[in-house]
């Protein structure tokens, strides 16, 4: 591939995540349920903190906005999102256990989950410090960013894009509208009761099961794969998606030096029905995330991500879930009930 091809193919790459990543903001800003908002935002935050630190270090771009924030909190966030691993021995960690007050070894509601009818989308322990007020700039700003890139950078194709994304928006917005999302209290000492691993492993599954269910949870809206063309750019939403999943799985593969029983688990599980050329592959389309380089994916390489993917995601909740339980019968609601009580009395 020569230099002016390369070239071309990065600026494409960084359209297409652009793009996309400003569809679902769109999307976000449609909605009225502020549940459905947290999970697109949960999304958007994680994914456009490394749009925004790749294209700023390739030198492709900036921060949206005038904003006082500077390119290291960019860079220590993106950081943060893709290497932090918590433990019990980290004051990052003891400061959100005892913000939150997460108790594993009495009955206290201590997490709010999200739920889909009865399917647990996220738990908010790993969103936690994206609620508090000194956050709010930079998260502002990271999300903002991808679709004022193309609005800056190329105006000439901005406005037939935000038609583009316009037209395309009504048929996800309704499918994500007719999804009923719902938030509970729950104990995390009820939700870990009958598994016997670590606080480490339970840590893990908090911080991990939301990333993975919010991606599975974007891919199924966006069932119909879109893709289309403007002048010589081509716009791809399997392809963006499929990059964020190798995102999200070689983190799996770089928390390994945390030695934790779940995710051992995992990985021989694995073994079991990934085949060995997966995971090369996986690593190169996940290396797309730099703009200073591109990977070529050839049409067998997609096959065998498209393949693989998916059983990776699911075999990562299948694990989790096997360590795993929420019922929301009636010894649930009496919990709640007399738990409400305690604090009203205690007021």
Not at 25 to 31: G, Q, S, V, Y
Not at 98 to 117: A, P, Q
Not at 157 to 173: P, S
């Amino acid at each position: 591939m020569d230099k002016n091809s390369k070239q071309f193919k990065i600026i494409n790459e960084i359209v297409n995540d652009a793009f996309w990543l400003g569809y679902i903001l769109e999307i976000k800003r449609a909605l009225s349920d502020n549940s459905k908002k947290e999970i697109l935002s949960s999304f958007l935050i994680f994914f456009s903190s490394i749009f925004v630190e790749e294209t700023l270090k390739a030198k492709y771009g900036g921060l949206s906005g005038k904003r006082q924030i500077t390119v290291k909190d960019i860079e220590n966030f993106r950081n943060h999102n893709l290497k932090y691993c918590p433990s019990e021995n980290s004051n990052d960690t003891k400061t959100t256990l005892k913000e939150m007050g997460i108790d594993f070894d009495n009955y206290i509601f201590d997490l709010v989950l999200s739920l889909g009818g009865n399917d647990l989308l996220d738990i908010n322990f790993r969103n936690w410090d994206l609620n508090k007020e000194s956050n709010f700039e930079l998260l502002d700003g990271i999300v903002a960013t991808p679709l004022r890139w193309i609005e800056i950078l190329m105006p000439d194709i901005f406005e037939e894009l935000k038609k583009v994304l316009l037209e395309l928006m009504n048929t996800n917005l309704d499918r994500i509208n007719s999804i009923d999302i719902k938030q509970k209290s729950y104990a995390s000492y009820k939700m870990f009761k009958k598994t016997g691993i670590t606080n480490n492993d339970k840590l893990y599954i908090l911080q991990r099961y939301g990333l993975v269910k919010t991606i599975m949870f974007i891919d199924n809206i966006m069932q119909e794969k879109i893709s289309f063309n403007i002048g010589n750019l081509h716009f791809d939403f399997e392809h963006f998606i499929v990059k964020m999943k190798a995102i999200i799985i070689e983190m799996f593969w770089n928390d390994r030096n945390s030695n934790n029983t779940v995710l051992n688990r995992i990985f021989q599980k694995n073994k079991q029905n990934i085949d060995d050329d997966f995971y090369p592959i996986n690593r190169k389309c996940r290396n797309n995330l730099h703009y200073s380089d591109y990977h070529f994916i050839s049409e067998k390489d997609k096959g065998i991500l498209l393949k693989y993917q998916n059983t990776y995601l699911h075999n990562i909740l299948f694990i989790f879930n096997s360590n795993i339980t929420y019922n929301f019968g009636w010894s649930y609601n009496l919990g709640l009930t007399l738990a409400k009580l305690q604090y009203w009395s205690n007021s």
